[in-house]
């Protein structure tokens, strides 16, 4: 039984809350309510509405994690001091009032740190967005007029209507709402999607849930482009004419002069000049129509570019296949690789961070030794493990090395990171460097399994990596702190996902928040040429589904794959074997755990921008949900064919020979059409074998901004104009639906 104290100011003074811990196992929200009522739960979630929204016969909070909301309801005065914005982890018995699930009666309720930042709301629509999958979550309803008028009462419903659909609001008692106008206009409407019976209602909190005045309505998120050393090009899009804005500062209080263009347009765009260079801007857009109304974007964050070298390097710890190299031999280093790693924490000077999932110390060269000395001579250095390992090397590290074990408990997964952070803030741009792949400090890893380690030497990137430990760490100081510390759902959105590093465009992406599984199928949905996977597992269906489209698209699609169990990737296996020719699919039949987890995109089309995505992130529900893992996407034809190099021999060894040709660029085409010229310097042609049904096209830049969108008028085309004459030169994504089926290529202007 563990004891937990928290100290909470309220009105007056600090109240002491002191709670039991429960040993029930901690799930994930989404998991406790598939159990459904009469089941003891343990979650752990930030409250987005506490007692203030309720009659005080009790208190009634709701809350959410990353993959769903829950209520919780009891008689007594164990809620009475939870507010909105703390972590909470409570235990009790699911049951239904009025068909909402809830934790009633509550057990235990324990306070883990508060002031948070609430969730961002997820946006709904009247038609088909209230359904039971976001019951008891922070949602937004946009552009909806209240069936009212004079002011609202308490304890009371009032329908809302886009024109077309309706739905219900209501406003309870105690909210400051009460005895204020119902506004006579369209409105944003914010709130707690609960539920009577068989009705879902949206619960507004307070006024400023209601915004009135539905302003121009900010329709995409904020786009980053042309990033250098002192500054880049933002833009959004919205759905009416507005002002453009933006507030950004070095911190989250955004302090610097805001960027104001008073003409009022749909298609928002500035540019942030004299900025510093590897550093972080904090960002949020605005516009005001021409009546006065403001839309609010969520805060962004985004870096400019680095005086770093930007030198990367690629590491095998499996022999290549040299046959393949276009543009050097790619590095196999086995055991060596711990040998690099000691001769870059050797010349660190002011920090070394580590997260690192298993490190076993036997028959490894002394690791821990190296760290020691770091710490001895002055370094900071900071550990960070999973506490579900042995890791029995951090039994090496001294007492002047703090170390930090993720939590146990069903709620989280496990913090599977393996990347480490030298010299992030040196004044010399040139020292700060990371080191990410799939490689755990372990015998095994080392020797036999096929794994990869890649090095960035870049302050901007290191920088963002540093962010990440120290959220888990609690603190940017040298100790951790527990009471601040996040891992897994806990976590934010609070990194740059965007960097220039010496002109090569990076993404960096951890898990579970920054929506890492979509823009990794981003990137294998960006292929015109060819598409390799080496991957320990796939228990997520849709990366599946997206090789198998690919495929179809007419795109080499070739996949080895470690498991195929029943419980693991069998799901995905199927998929992939009723739609890849065996020729390109194979599974792991070597001694080795085959551990890596990266995909490689177009190696063979250096005018295709190729890629390779890699990391720690398997592709499965655990590392999607509730892990902690990290993801890099580079942009970069050198380091695709070096993993390529390795692909290759996994894929001879395990039988495969139908390996695409190098350099050999075909016309982008599927058994429906055509795409041509592309690369271009005009306008491009979608040619259509027969008379063909195409339902909608559309051209986004690299950043995800729309660039074209067109809705053709009937079923009969042959070939279709796409109009790239006048954009810039440059790198965009098309897509389109021909015959019922989508699809997305890379298009280049020249």
């Given at each position: 039984?563990?004891?937990?104290?928290?100290?909470?100011?309220?009105?007056?003074?600090?109240?002491?809350?002191?709670?039991?811990?429960?040993?029930?196992?901690?799930?994930?929200?989404?998991?406790?309510?598939?159990?459904?009522?009469?089941?003891?739960?343990?979650?752990?979630?930030?409250?987005?509405?506490?007692?203030?929204?309720?009659?005080?016969?009790?208190?009634?909070?709701?809350?959410?994690?990353?993959?769903?909301?829950?209520?919780?309801?009891?008689?007594?005065?164990?809620?009475?001091?939870?507010?909105?914005?703390?972590?909470?982890?409570?235990?009790?018995?699911?049951?239904?009032?009025?068909?909402?699930?809830?934790?009633?009666?509550?057990?235990?309720?324990?306070?883990?740190?508060?002031?948070?930042?609430?969730?961002?709301?997820?946006?709904?629509?009247?038609?088909?967005?209230?359904?039971?999958?976001?019951?008891?979550?922070?949602?937004?309803?946009?552009?909806?007029?209240?069936?009212?008028?004079?002011?609202?009462?308490?304890?009371?419903?009032?329908?809302?209507?886009?024109?077309?659909?309706?739905?219900?609001?209501?406003?309870?008692?105690?909210?400051?709402?009460?005895?204020?106008?119902?506004?006579?206009?369209?409105?944003?409407?914010?709130?707690?999607?609960?539920?009577?019976?068989?009705?879902?209602?949206?619960?507004?909190?307070?006024?400023?849930?209601?915004?009135?005045?539905?302003?121009?309505?900010?329709?995409?998120?904020?786009?980053?482009?042309?990033?250098?050393?002192?500054?880049?090009?933002?833009?959004?899009?919205?759905?009416?004419?507005?002002?453009?804005?933006?507030?950004?500062?070095?911190?989250?209080?955004?302090?610097?002069?805001?960027?104001?263009?008073?003409?009022?347009?749909?298609?928002?765009?500035?540019?942030?000049?004299?900025?510093?260079?590897?550093?972080?801007?904090?960002?949020?857009?605005?516009?005001?129509?021409?009546?006065?109304?403001?839309?609010?974007?969520?805060?962004?964050?985004?870096?400019?570019?680095?005086?770093?070298?930007?030198?990367?390097?690629?590491?095998?710890?499996?022999?290549?296949?040299?046959?393949?190299?276009?543009?050097?031999?790619?590095?196999?280093?086995?055991?060596?690789?711990?040998?690099?790693?000691?001769?870059?924490?050797?010349?660190?000077?002011?920090?070394?961070?580590?997260?690192?999932?298993?490190?076993n110390h036997n028959n490894i060269p002394d690791l821990g030794s190296a760290l020691?000395?770091?710490?001895?001579?002055?370094?900071?250095?900071?550990?960070?493990?999973?506490?579900?390992?042995?890791?029995?090397?951090?039994?090496?590290?001294?007492?002047?090395?703090?170390?930090?074990q993720s939590p146990i408990g069903a709620a989280y997964g496990i913090m599977h990171?393996?990347?480490?952070?030298?010299?992030?803030?040196?004044?010399?741009?040139?020292?700060?460097?990371?080191?990410?792949?799939?490689?755990?400090?372990?015998?095994?890893?080392?020797?036999?399994?096929?794994?990869?380690?890649?090095?960035?030497?870049?302050?901007?990137?290191?920088?963002?990596?540093?962010?990440?430990?120290?959220?888990?760490?609690?603190?940017?100081?040298?100790?951790?702190?527990?009471?601040?510390?996040?891992?897994?759902?806990?976590?934010?959105?609070?990194?740059?996902?965007?960097?220039?590093?010496?002109?090569?465009?990076v993404e960096l992406y951890f898990s579970p928040t920054d929506n890492v599984e979509?823009?990794?199928?981003?990137?294998?949905?960006?292929?015109?040429?060819?598409?390799?996977?080496?991957?320990?597992?796939?228990?997520?269906?849709?990366?599946?589904?997206?090789?198998?489209?690919?495929?179809?698209?007419?795109?080499?699609?070739?996949?080895?794959?470690?498991?195929?169990?029943?419980?693991?990737?069998?799901?995905?296996?199927?998929?992939?074997?009723?739609?890849?020719?065996?020729?390109?699919?194979?599974?792991?039949?070597?001694?080795?755990?085959?551990?890596?987890?990266?995909?490689?995109?177009?190696?063979?089309?250096?005018?295709?921008?190729?890629?390779?995505?890699?990391?720690?992130?398997?592709?499965?529900?655990?590392?999607?949900?509730?892990?902690?893992?990290?993801?890099?996407?580079?942009?970069?034809?050198?380091?695709?064919?070096?993993?390529?190099?390795?692909?290759?021999?996994?894929?001879?060894?395990?039988?495969?020979?139908?390996?695409?040709?190098?350099?050999?660029?075909?016309?982008?085409?599927?058994?429906?059409?055509?795409?041509?010229?592309?690369?271009?310097?005009?306008?491009?042609?979608?040619?259509?074998?027969?008379?063909?049904?195409?339902?909608?096209?559309?051209?986004?830049?690299?950043?995800?901004?729309?660039?074209?969108?067109?809705?053709?008028?009937?079923?009969?085309?042959?070939?279709?104009?796409?109009?790239?004459?006048?954009?810039?030169?440059?790198?965009?994504?098309?897509?389109?639906?021909?015959?019922?089926?989508?699809?997305?290529?890379?298009?280049?202007?020249?």
């Amino acid at each position: 039984m563990m004891r937990m104290i928290s100290a909470k100011a309220l009105f007056t003074g600090f109240i002491l809350l002191i709670f039991t811990q429960s040993t029930q196992a901690q799930m994930t929200i989404a998991a406790a309510r598939n159990l459904g009522v009469n089941n003891t739960v343990t979650v752990k979630g930030i409250v987005t509405a506490d007692s203030t929204l309720y009659p005080a016969n009790g208190v009634t909070l709701y809350f959410q994690d990353n993959t769903a909301g829950l209520s919780a309801y009891n008689a007594g005065t164990l809620l009475s001091n939870v507010r909105q914005g703390d972590s909470i982890e409570i235990t009790g018995e699911l049951s239904q009032f009025n068909q909402l699930l809830q934790i009633s009666p509550v057990s235990s309720v324990t306070i883990l740190n508060s002031g948070n930042p609430l969730p961002t709301p997820i946006n709904v629509s009247l038609t088909n967005g209230w359904v039971a999958q976001y019951e008891c979550m922070l949602v937004q309803t946009n552009g909806v007029t209240i069936n009212a008028s004079g002011t609202f009462s308490g304890n009371t419903n009032y329908n809302i209507t886009d024109g077309t659909n309706s739905r219900e609001i209501r406003i309870n008692t105690l909210t400051p709402i009460v005895g204020t106008p119902v506004p006579g206009s369209l409105v944003n409407i914010t709130g707690i999607m609960s539920r009577f019976i068989g009705t879902y209602q949206l619960l507004p909190r307070y006024l400023s849930d209601i915004s009135a005045g539905a302003g121009p309505q900010i329709m995409s998120d904020i786009f980053q482009d042309n990033i250098t050393t002192s500054s880049f090009d933002l833009s959004f899009e919205t759905q009416d004419p507005g002002t453009t804005i933006f507030y950004y500062g070095t911190n989250a209080l955004m302090n610097q002069p805001p960027i104001i263009n008073t003409n009022l347009t749909t298609n928002h765009s500035e540019s942030l000049i004299g900025l510093q260079s590897g550093r972080f801007y904090y960002v949020r857009a605005a516009s005001v129509d021409a009546q006065g109304d403001t839309s609010f974007s969520a805060m962004r964050v985004f870096s400019t570019q680095s005086l770093s070298s930007g030198e990367m390097k690629a590491y095998f710890i499996t022999e290549p296949d040299t046959s393949v190299a276009r543009f050097g031999n790619a590095v196999h280093t086995g055991m060596s690789i711990i040998d690099t790693l000691i001769a870059l924490i050797d010349n660190a000077q002011n920090t070394v961070d580590v997260a690192i999932y298993n490190w076993n110390h036997n028959n490894i060269p002394d690791l821990g030794s190296a760290l020691n000395a770091a710490a001895s001579r002055g370094v900071r250095v900071r550990f960070i493990t999973d506490a579900s390992t042995a890791t029995l090397g951090m039994n090496t590290l001294s007492s002047s090395v703090p170390t930090l074990q993720s939590p146990i408990g069903a709620a989280y997964g496990i913090m599977h990171n393996k990347f480490v952070v030298i010299d992030a803030e040196s004044g010399d741009p040139n020292r700060p460097l990371i080191w990410t792949g799939s490689t755990n400090f372990t015998l095994g890893q080392l020797t036999t399994d096929p794994n990869n380690v890649v090095v960035i030497q870049d302050q901007a990137l290191a920088r963002a990596f540093q962010l990440e430990f120290q959220e888990m760490w609690g603190s940017s100081g040298s100790l951790p702190n527990s009471m601040n510390s996040k891992f897994g759902p806990d976590k934010s959105d609070n990194t740059p996902h965007l960097f220039n590093v010496a002109g090569k465009r990076v993404e960096l992406y951890f898990s579970p928040t920054d929506n890492v599984e979509a823009n990794i199928i981003n990137a294998i949905e960006s292929a015109d040429q060819d598409i390799e996977v080496a991957t320990m597992l796939m228990t997520r269906t849709t990366f599946a589904n997206v090789l198998a489209d690919k495929h179809d698209d007419g795109i080499y699609t070739a996949v080895v794959l470690n498991d195929n169990t029943t419980t693991g990737s069998a799901p995905a296996w199927t998929i992939l074997s009723n739609n890849l020719p065996a020729s390109r699919l194979f599974l792991n039949n070597q001694s080795y755990i085959m551990h890596h987890k990266y995909v490689i995109v177009d190696q063979s089309a250096p005018n295709s921008d190729p890629l390779v995505v890699t990391g720690s992130h398997n592709w499965s529900n655990a590392a999607n949900q509730r892990n902690d893992e990290n993801t890099l996407i580079i942009y970069d034809e050198v380091m695709a064919n070096m993993f390529f190099q390795d692909w290759v021999k996994i894929f001879r060894d395990n039988g495969g020979a139908d390996i695409i040709n190098l350099g050999v660029e075909t016309p982008f085409s599927g058994s429906d059409y055509t795409l041509f010229p592309n690369p271009t310097q005009g306008n491009a042609y979608l040619d259509f074998s027969g008379n063909s049904t195409v339902t909608s096209i559309q051209l986004f830049d690299l950043q995800g901004k729309m660039m074209y969108s067109h809705v053709p008028g009937n079923n009969n085309y042959h070939q279709l104009e796409i109009p790239t004459a006048q954009l810039p030169a440059g790198m965009y994504v098309l897509r389109f639906e021909v015959n019922g089926k989508s699809h997305t290529h890379r298009l280049i202007k020249q």
